[in-house]
């Protein structure tokens, strides 16, 4: 009797340790693939940063001609317009 009981004990052992391997072995594939998703992810996020500085270069330089035209404009318009 003691001898099926230690022989099914060691078979649900044994039961118990393939399904913690496959477990661990799942689990390092789950995070091998999330750290490739996150890698692509943050390149992605970099490569929209700078896009956005660009983008926010070109919006500030486009401002500040916009500015010098008006005022030259004002100037013109001051000088020709009201004497």
Known sequence: MAGAINGEARTGLAVLETR?????????EFRRHNREEHDEMFS?????????????TRVAFWAAVG???????M?????YIAP
């Open 44 to 56: 992605r996020l970099r490569a929209l940063e700078v896009e956005l500085a660009r983008l926010t």
């Open 75 to 79: 100037q013109l318009a001051i000088r």
């Open 67 to 73: 500015a010098a035209v008006a005022a030259a404009a």
């Open 20 to 28: 913690l391997t496959d477990c661990q072995g799942q689990e390092a």
